[in-house]
């Protein structure tokens, strides 16, 4: 059964930076996909990050770009997204998520792609 959990989440004020962690466990995920989303109140959930599990094809949502930085340790079956430079505007409930693309095969960016998701951490930003 495949888990996934997410922490690392907090509030902090605009300028600051916060580390997302998700930890992932239940299968060999060599040829999964992994991806970061988020969803304000209010708002739909929106891609912030993907990347195949050995770190590869690593793509960015627009809005995040130069500020956000994906990263995986396979050793600790972990993933992680570095939030620089935080804005009001990034205020969320951030998700990761995984889904099987098999070898070579494309990282999906939409949320409907994805098969597993954790439940959750809060990111607030003050301003």
């Known amino acids: 059964q495949v888990q996934l959990v997410e922490s690392g989440g907090g509030l902090v004020q605009a300028g600051g930076s916060l580390r997302l962690s998700c930890a992932a466990s239940?299968?060999?995920?060599?040829?999964?996909?992994m991806g970061w989303f988020r969803q304000a109140p209010g708002k739909e959930r929106e891609f912030v990050a993907a990347h195949t599990w050995s770190g590869g094809r690593i793509s960015y949502a627009d809005s995040v770009k130069g500020r956000f930085t994906a990263s995986r340790d396979n050793a600790k079956n972990t993933i992680y997204l570095q939030m620089n430079s935080l804005k009001p505007e990034d205020t969320a409930v951030y998700y990761c998520a995984t889904v099987y693309i098999g070898l070579g095969g494309a990282v999906p960016r939409q949320p409907k792609q994805y098969e597993y998701w954790g439940q959750g951490t809060q990111v607030t930003v003050s301003s």
């Open positions: 239940g299968r060999t995920f060599s040829r999964y996909a």
